[in-house]
Structure formats: structure tokens, C-alpha cells
């Protein structure tokens, strides 16, 4: 088990989807290692990942800190993207602004953000129109 | 039943054969909207989709699921093939409609 805290630090390219999801996967492969139970490396890699994809599409990218102590794992997602002009609306199941491109890949579905806030224990959003967004998740271990 | 007695069922074309050969599955799942399966797909299960690009991949990574098994003759491009191959996923294919495929894993897991 940790005594420390651990750091690790991504940067995440706009756009890119074909390595959309490495990330979420090498934080998920380093939980398993940790000994970390299963469903809270699914629940950290669910959240993680949707926020990725969210950075991937809408953002062009950004940065993902990831903080993991022995009670909890904290998820720093910081872009420099539009921001979100109506968070309670993004909030909403089924509502998404992805473009068709998006949609045909798969994603679109409008439920990101309502899958983050499910699988997390804490979820902070600030944002700022033209600025970016940053986003905080933390899971209890 | 394990991802090794359902390659020995010989119902389904394995694509890639991973390394998870033991491991049980628990139940069919259908899906082909990615933000949906993310949220949604057990673990252990085997996922029946018609959904065959790169991000299919990430999603069955990261939600556990036991296999893959691409619907309807969808098949991977070889970006995506070689994708499944690093990340060891096992991936099936069929011609059979996503209801028939998973219906034939339930029927599997009841028998």
C-alpha cells in the first residue's frame, strides 16, 4: 500500500483519437499494480477516461494530473477549450454538442459528464467562456 | 464459461486472441454507442457490437469486459487490428446479427 502521495502528469492532444484513452489506461495499469481494488480502478478509469475524450474532442487537448494517496485518487483536468456556456444543461443525460464526425465514431451520446459525476465520489467544475475548464474529480479508495 | 471454451464453442471467428484465455464471462452485452458502453458495459462481459474503430478498443480496456465480438461481418482496419494485438483484447467476429451473437452467449452461459 502507499504511504506517500503519488504524482503522474499527461498531456492530452486535441483531436487524436487514435491515442485517446492511453492515459486512462496507464493510470488504470498503475492502480491494478498498486493493488487497488477493481471496481475503484474502473471507477477512476471510466471517470478519467471521459474526461480525456472530452478534452480530445472539445478542447484541443490539455493537461491531466493525477494525485494518488492512500485514502483517495484525485483527477486534475485543466484545458484551455471554450468552456461550457450552461454546466447544469452539460450536465443533463443525452445532451451534447459534439459535432457528427464525433457522432459517428461512437461518441455523442451526451452522457461525459453525468458518467464523471456517477463514478466519482467529488466532482468540481470551474469554467470560464473562452478561457477553459478545469475539472476535479476525487475517488475514495 | 472462460474466452477459451467460447473460442472452443468455434461459433464465433476469433480476430485477436488475448491473453485473458481463463477469464469467465458473465453476460452478454449489446452496444454500439461508445459513450453508452463506458458508463454501462459489466465487467467480464462479452460486448457485441458493430462499433469497430480504435476507441471500441479503449472502451474494452477500460471497462473490463471479457471480449469483443464485432456484429454483423464489421471488421477492424489494420491500425485497429494491430491496436487489439498490443493491448491483448480478445476480439471475436461474426456475421450474425448483434441480437442472434448475443443470444448465443446467453444460451452458451445457460446451457
Known sequence: MLNDELHLSYQILGDDFTRAGEASSDVKHKLKMMGISPETVRRVAIAMYEGEINMVIHADGGTIDVIISPSEV?????DKGPGIADIELAMQEGYSTAPDNIRSLGFGAGMG???MKKYTDEMDIETELGVGTTVTMTIKI | MTVQELINKGKFKPINIGSNLDQQIAEPFCCDLLSIAMGKAPSGSAWVTVMGNINTLAVAALTDVACIILAEG???????LEKAKSQDITVFGTDEHIFDAALAIHNFLHE
Do not use: C, Y
Open chain 1, 74 to 78: 484525485k483527477l486534475i483536468l485543466k
Open chain 2, 74 to 80: 464489421v471488421m477492424f482496419d489494420d491500425a485497429t
Open chain 1, 113 to 115: 459528464l453525468s458518467n
